[in-house]
């Protein structure tokens, strides 16, 4: 039995040598370069020597590299080398260094890789930080000269791989221990759930340092021993039809996404471009990451059903980090299951009688079946006080045990204990093996399929990231000095189909009357982005000593969004990012007005000014990417970068920018530029 996906990387480059293993889509014109199995298993033995001349077995090595071919070729030259690898993403700002900063610290990394493309920025971003600087060295891989003879060498299956750098509260990141038993078992239960084979082909723009991406796009098609084209995810954001054409091109079979990225593409994708795909192909739509909502997979399913997209397709699934990546799916080529409750049965922790939706006269939740677990994994329904096992149909957390799951956190042996290696007491009234994984999260089984309805603890997820919620309280309360420390409440709720981040915060006894509340509502929305990298959708402002309370005194997050959803919070000031108004200082040159109108085109606002922040405006970055290739796009100039525009926060600021790149172009190129102001 092969118990590391390196046996089967060196399978595929002696069975299918010539095929194509990755083909990476460049992020300019969709342009292929591509690694077939032998060339990938050449560059992974070549590279691993490098690594063990640097690195002793056992050490985790940080991974800072953009998505690509050299990102693969290194995890995987890790895993060969016996090194831990940390995926990571290089920093654009100096303020994403901190996160960095906590995970070398916490896995004591020396060396982080890279590419020399990026080296001189993450010097610059480490230079912020001395402690970072002076612990990690940054070593760019396609710089280095070339080593041994690669030494194959036994891996054990419970060795780790790779950590899974995951959000914790307090901004401490844990980093979930994932080993080579691990990898193979979640991706051949992966395969057994969605009947994987080598004729399957991967298309996906998922980042490659996330869980989702790494193991759906990285992992398991090299355990299938078929073919993986990706591109990166600014290039599916800045236009989503990349992704299909891409689809359509390749005729990929296994693509999937979080719950936003289908909902982008149904809003997105121009109509005069539905005739010329062909989505026939796409067997596996799997949609995970986040909630999966039932309105999103019917808008995607009708605006691309003329393309050959069925229904049947989607593929809704569940999982975490904590298993690796996968928990449950559904049967591939079944349509996905929804129930339709009452919201008040499922805050009762309970499922009563299904209805359909509009049917109630009560509010409704419809869920979507995730599916099952296979054979040897398995899943049930935990009260979590008590640790006894509930019926079908009734909520409590979900637990999961199999293969699939972690070994824990790395050097959190305290927390790994209360989350991992679990038991619970059974309905036929004995104990289960202590090899249960407490997810957090809330669900139910209904004719043995699990159903989400939502967490244990407060954990958000919005646009497939975890975010805790203290930690954006604690941004808001830092955000100004009308906020009521340690009285803010952030959850997350379904608006318009999709999930929204809300804020609510008291204001100080001194500040209640007199402040302006438009001022602090744009401070905390800046500040928030600004440390968390959470976008939030409304900010809720309250008189104090106004938010809900457990005696003892901790904020009641459930019933502050209990009050929220049912209209019976009494707001001093609330204000959807949507309705933010300013004073409006208007653009001041045909530049600066072509770029103000790329920002209300994406933002959806009719007039902003210049000056005004902006996550002040309620972008997010999904937002970012769009302006910053709608202006590249804009002004044809080889100056200009995508990656700088990011770092820009006002129209103003942009247009500076902009302008000072202008003037180092040569005078046609000048007049060129200038002229596509005039389209």
């Known amino acids: ?40 298993w050449e560059e992974v033995q070549l590279r691993a020597e490098q690594i063990r001349h640097r690195a002793e077995p056992g ?37 994403k260094v901190d996160r960095i900063t906590k995970v070398a610290q916490s896995c004591n990394a020396k060396i982080a890789l890279t590419v020399s493309s990026e080296i001189e920025k993450i010097n610059e971003c480490f230079a912020h930080d001395r402690t970072l600087q002076a612990q990690v060295d940054q070593i760019a891989v396609d710089t280095l000269e070339q080593g041994d003879r690669y030494c194959k060498r036994d891996i054990c299956p419970e060795q780790v791989a790779f950590l899974q750098y995951t959000s914790g509260s307090t901004g401490a990141p844990k980093g979930v221990m994932i080993s080579h038993k691990n990898i193979i078992g979640n991706v051949a239960h992966l395969t057994r759930t969605a009947s994987g084979t080598s004729d399957d082909i991967f298309v996906n723009w998922l980042p490659l340092f996330h869980d989702l991406g790494l193991v759906t796009a990285i992992l398991w098609p090299v355990y299938l021993g078929t073919s993986s084209t990706l591109m990166s995810p600014a290039t599916f954001v800045r236009e989503p039809l990349n992704w299909l054409q891409a689809i359509n091109d390749y005729k990929g079979t296994m693509c999937g996404a979080p719950n936003f990225a289908y909902n982008l593409c149904a809003k997105k994708v121009p109509t005069d471009a539905l005739k010329q795909l062909d989505l026939s192909s796409w067997k596996v739509a799997y949609n995970a990451a986040e909630p999966v909502n039932a309105d999103t997979l019917r808008a995607f ?3 691309f059903e003329g393309c050959g997209f069925e229904h049947s397709s989607f593929y809704p699934g569940y999982g975490m980090a904590e298993a690796t990546v996968f928990i449950t799916g559904v049967t591939r080529d079944d349509a996905p299951n929804t129930v339709v409750c009452d919201k008040a049965s499922l805050a009762a922790f309970r499922l009563d009688q299904e209805s359909k939706q509009g049917d109630s006269e009560q509010p409704t939740s419809e869920l979507v079946s995730c599916g099952y677990a296979d054979g040897d994994h398995h899943v049930c329904i935990v009260d979590p006080e008590t640790k006894t096992e509930l019926a079908d149909g009734l909520v409590g957390e979900v637990w999961f045990s199999g293969p699939s799951v972690a070994n824990g956190y790395w050097g959190l042996e305290e927390i790994t204990s209360q989350v991992f290696a679990q038991s619970y007491l059974q309905l036929n009234g004995e104990r289960s093996a202590a090899s249960y994984l407490r997810t957090g999260d809330l669900g139910l089984i209904k004719s043995a399929q699990l159903y989400i309805t939502g967490r244990h603890k407060d954990l958000i997820i919005f646009q497939g990231k975890n975010f805790y919620p203290q930690d954006i309280e604690h941004a808001a309360c830092e955000a100004h000095s009308a906020v009521r420390s340690g009285y803010s ?52 402002l309250l008189k104090p000593y106004t938010i809900p309370m457990t005696s003892s005194g901790k904020i009641q997050r459930r019933q502050a969004k209990a009050q929220w959803d049912g209209g019976t919070m009494q707001a001093l000031f609330n204000v959807d990012a949507a309705q933010v108004t300013h004073e409006v200082i208007k653009p001041d040159s045909d530049l600066e007005k072509v770029i103000h109108d790329i920002w209300c085109k994406y933002l959806e606002l009719e007039s902003i000014s210049v000056t005004s922040k902006f996550y002040q405006l309620g972008g997010d970055s999904i937002n970012a990417i769009e302006i910053a290739a709608d202006v590249c796009a804009r002004f044809s100039n080889e100056n200009l970068s995508e990656r700088d525009l990011l770092e820009l926060d006002s129209v103003r600021a942009m247009s500076d920018h902009v302008v000072l790149k202008q003037s180092l172009l040569s005078p046609a190129k000048v007049e060129l530029s200038e002229g596509a102001l005039m389209l």
């Not at 985790?60 to 030259?77: E, K, M, N, W």
């Open 59 to 95: 050490e985790c090595v940080l991974l800072l590299f953009p998505s690509g071919l050299d990102y693969i070729v290194t995890f995987y030259a890790c895993l060969a080398a016996g090194v831990i690898a940390v995926p990571l993403y290089p920093p654009t700002k100096s303020n």
């Open 1 to 40: 039995m092969k118990y590391s996906i390196i046996d089967f990387l060196e399978k595929n480059s002696q069975l299918k040598p010539n095929n194509v293993a990755f083909r990476f889509l460049s992020d300019k014109d969709l342009t292929p370069v591509q690694l077939t199995h032998h060339e990938l």
């Open 301 to 303: 399913s009708t605006r």
């Open 489 to 540: 409440a952030a959850f997350s709720v379904e608006k318009e189909g999709e999930e929204a981040l809300i804020l609510v915060t008291e204001l100080t006894r001194e500040a209640f009357r007199k402040a302006d509340y438009q001022a602090v509502c744009d401070a905390i929305r800046a500040t928030v982005y600004e440390h968390c990298e959470a976008k939030v959708t409304e900010v809720v």
